[in-house]
């Protein structure tokens, strides 16, 4: 078989593959199409002092989850995150103060948003997937 003749099967091959993809994507089906995995976080950070987050670009179905360590100095200390969509306002999502403590908040507004930290704690910021209630555990080693 020629060079020019293996060339035209496997782009009519990848052809035939994306038509009956999109032939199934656009039937009406009403099966969701992964984009994002379950449990993976889009944004993951750790840090100490005040830190603004990477912008992300998010679906209309997400969770901001946070936690804060002020236990070394031990100290109560003031914890703060904002968060600031492309398009509109800055939110504060939490102020509290403590030697540590944490939280989440669901949300339905798709967007790219940026997220800021003020404190002089030790933190943990994780935007997952939509129903994540907690950190995920972390190993060593």
Partial sequence: ????????????????????????????????????????????????????????????????????????????????LTSTPSSGTTTKVTDQTGLEGGGYRPSTTAGDYTFAVTTTCSWHVLVGTAGMQTMPATTSG
Wanted: proline letters at 8%.
């Fill in 1 to 80: 078989m020629s060079a020019a003749r293996s060339t035209r099967v496997i782009a009519t091959a990848v052809l035939m593959a994306c038509a009956t993809a999109l032939a199934a994507c656009s039937s009406g089906s009403s099966a969701p199409v992964a984009t994002h995995p379950a449990g993976v976080p889009y944004l993951s950070r750790t840090g100490t002092g005040t830190a603004t987050l990477p912008q992300i670009a998010l679906p209309s179905r997400w969770t901001l989850l946070w936690h804060f360590d002020c236990t070394d100095p031990a100290s109560r200390r003031r914890f703060v």
